[in-house]
């Protein structure tokens, strides 16, 4: 072989080897930005898994209020207490204010 072409094929495999050394070195950076991108996206899930669970248990409690609220007892008591009704037999006591 002569010279020239040593020259040549060295030349094209050391022009390669910058192309593929550049092209890992872009696949590295976009590897660890999407890492990042991933650990951001996994920390939104676990706070709206939180926010879902605390909605969660507002909905229970709700329910619960609900549920307590077409109890007769409750109504009784809410129409004594902020409407002051009261049944025809019940005597009420007040204080009297000075």
């Known amino acids: 072989m002569s010279s020239r072409r040593k020259k040549r094929r060295n030349a094209g495999t050391v022009s390669i080897g910058i192309i593929v050394l ?7 950076v976009q590897i660890v930005k999407l ?4 650990d951001l996206q996994n920390e939104q899930i676990e706070e709206w898994n939180e926010k879902l669970a605390a909605e969660s ?4 409690e709700i329910k619960q209020l ?4 077409q109890d007769t007892q409750f109504i009784e008591d809410q129409a ?4 002051g009704l009261v049944y025809d037999n019940e ?3 007040k204080e009297k204010e000075d």
């Open 91 to 93: 005597i009420i006591f």
């Open 35 to 38: 890492k990042q991108k991933v």
């Open 22 to 28: 550049a092209f890992l070195a872009i696949m590295s």
């Open 57 to 60: 248990e507002r909905g229970e």
């Open 66 to 69: 609900e549920e307590s609220m």
């Open 80 to 83: 004594k207490s902020k409407l």
